[in-house]
C-alpha cells in the first residue's frame, strides 16, 4: 500500500515534469513556425515593392533573409562559422558579417539599412519601410524568444530530483513485492520501472530543443524549406531539394 502511494505520487511528479519539458519543446516549434510565416511574408513584399523596380536589390535582400535563417539554427545550437554563408553574400557583406560576434542580428540590421536607403532615395515609400520594419522586428523578437529558452536551463532541482526520485522508486519496488509476488516480483518490478525511467528520458531527450540532438527542434530542415520557398518568391528554377530524414530523424 505504502509503495502504491509513492508511486501515485511519483506519477504525478512525472506528468509535471514532461508537461514542463514538452512546453519549452513546442514553444520552440512555434517560434519556427513565426520564422517560416515572417520569412515568407517579407520575400512576397521584398519582390512586390522592390524587386519589381530592381530584381538585384529584392535578391540581395531575400539571400539575406534566407542567410539570417540558417544562422539563426546556428546560433542557437552554437555551432560557430560563417562559411555556410558564402553562398549567399556578396563578398562586401560577408566582410561585414565576419566581424560581428552576433551573425543574426547582423544581417537583419543589414537588410533594415538598405531599406532605409532605398526609402531616402525614394524608391520605397515610408509607409511600406514601416511596414517592412515591422516583419523585421517580429524576426528580432522570435529570434530572441529562442535565444530564452537557449540561455534558460532547465530548473537543476527540478530535474535532478525527478531523476533521484525515479531511480531510489527503482530500487525499491522489489523490496515492497517479493513478499506476496515471490518470482513474478522480477518482472514486475523491470516493467513498472522501466516506465518511470522511459518517462524521465522522453523528459531529458525534449527539456532543451536547441542542442543538435534527434529530438531537437528541427532547425536545419525548416531552414532548408524556407529557403526552398523564398527562391521560389524569387523565381529561381530549379529549386534545391528539400533535406531528407535520416533514420526517421529530421535534423
Known amino acids: 500500500t505504502e509503495i502504491a502511494i509513492v508511486g501515485t505520487a511519483l ?5 509535471f515534469r514532461v508537461d514542463a519539458a514538452y512546453k519549452r519543446w513546442w514553444e520552440a516549434r512555434i517560434i519556427w513556425g513565426a520564422v517560416v510565416n515572417n520569412s515568407r511574408t517579407f520575400a512576397r513584399e521584398v519582390m512586390g515593392f522592390v524587386g519589381g523596380q530592381n530584381y ?16 539563426m539554427g546556428k546560433h542557437l545550437r ?3 562559422g560563417i562559411d555556410h554563408l558564402n553562398r549567399l553574400l556578396s563578398a562586401a557583406d560577408y566582410e561585414v558579417v565576419k ?5 543574426p542580428n547582423t544581417l537583419l540590421m543589414m537588410n533594415l539599412k538598405q ?6 532615395q525614394g524608391e520605397l515609400s515610408t509607409y511600406l519601410l514601416v511596414q517592412m520594419e515591422t516583419i523585421i522586428q517580429n524576426l528580432t523578437d522570435e529570434l530572441g524568444k529562442a ?6 536551463p532547465f530548473p537543476v532541482p527540478y530535474g535532478y530530483f525527478s531523476w533521484l526520485l525515479v531511480h531510489t522508486y527503482a530500487c525499491l ?3 515492497a513485492m517479493v513478499k506476496e509476488l ?5 518482472i514486475l518490478s523491470i516493467v513498472i520501472s522501466f516506465i518511470f525511467l522511459i518517462i524521465e528520458q522522453i523528459a531529458i531527450q525534449i527539456q532543451d530543443p536547441f542542442e543538435n540532438k534527434p529530438n531537437d527542434t528541427p532547425v536545419t530542415t525548416i531552414a532548408k524549406n524556407i529557403e526552398i520557398d523564398l527562391r521560389e518568391i524569387l523565381g529561381e528554377m530549379p529549386l534545391p531539394k528539400p533535406l531528407t530524414p535520416k533514420a526517421g530523424v529530421s535534423m
Open 99 to 103: 566581424a560581428k560576434k552576433h551573425v
Open 147 to 152: 535565444e530564452r529558452i537557449k540561455n534558460t
Open 56 to 71: 538585384d536589390i529584392g535578391k540581395e535582400l531575400i539571400y539575406r533573409q534566407i542567410g539570417f535563417v540558417e544562422s
Open 173 to 175: 519496488i522489489p523490496f
Open 11 to 15: 506519477s504525478i511528479l512525472m506528468g
Open 78 to 80: 552554437k555551432q560557430g
Open 182 to 186: 515471490g518470482y513474478l516480483t522480477i
Open 115 to 120: 531599406l532605409a536607403d532605398l526609402n531616402t
